[in-house]
Nanobody
């Protein structure tokens, strides 16, 4: 069972950058998919980005394309989400997720982190 722990959230101003980290408790298979979701108050959890541990099959939600980048450090069993040009509408709890297959919807992951709050002020 893979345990995921996010970190790096915080309060920033619009236009700022933030980098989230997701540390996996064990080394996952290279065929595992890692992803990021977010949930704003009163809204459903939504897909943000995903990638394989190998780095392939990277997909972003249209709302973050060109601003967010998912990456990983296999030696550290850690996945990152670099968020640039942040907007107030990016405010949400961000969750790391893992699955043995592609991640695009909230029902795909089999493992979830506890979430980290990102707040973007205008």
């Amino acid at each position: 069972q893979v345990q995921l722990v996010e970190s790096g959230g915080g309060l920033v101003q619009a236009g700022d950058s933030l980098k989230l980290s997701c540390a996996a408790s064990v080394r996952t298979s290279s065929t595992f998919y890692m992803g990021w979701f977010r949930q704003a108050p009163g809204k459903e959890r939504e897909f943000v980005a995903r990638s394989m541990w190998t780095g392939g099959s990277t997909v972003y939600a249209d709302s973050v394309k060109g601003r967010f980048t998912i990456s990983r450090d296999n030696a550290k069993n850690t996945v990152y989400l670099q968020m640039n040009s942040l907007k107030p509408e990016d405010t949400a709890v961000y969750y790391c997720a893992a699955a043995r297959g592609p991640i695009t919807v909230v029902t795909d992951p089999t493992n979830w982190g506890q979430g980290t709050q990102v707040t973007v002020s205008s």
